[in-house]
Structures are given as C-alpha cells and as structure tokens.
C-alpha cells in the first residue's frame, strides 16, 4: 500500500499515469478530474496486458 512521502515509483504504472494526470491538472490550475476523464487515462489492461 502506498503512503504519503513513499515514491511514486514504488506503485504499478496504471497508478502512476493516474497520479501524473493529477498532477499535471493540478500544475496547471485544472482543478480534479471528473469520471469520464478519469476513465481516458491510459491503463493497461489487466486481461489483455496491452495499453
């Protein structure tokens, strides 16, 4: 389990392209994500292994 002030790089990199979007729309004054472009962050998928 993550926990604040562990590194990023430490969580699988579905989790990391989250928090990347976060903090860019953060940075860029964006305010949250909504649902739907939550749901377009690029994730692998757990099934297929494709991205």
């Given at each position: 389990?993550?926990?604040e002030g562990l590194?990023?790089?430490v969580l699988?990199?579905?989790?990391?392209?989250?928090l990347q979007a976060l903090a860019d729309r953060e940075r860029?004054?964006?305010g949250p994500l909504?649902?739907?472009e939550m749901a377009?962050?690029?994730v692998q998928s757990v099934l297929t292994g494709s991205a």
């Open positions: 389990m993550w926990r590194a990023w790089s699988s990199a579905d989790y990391q392209r989250i860029l004054g964006q909504t649902c739907q377009r962050v690029p």
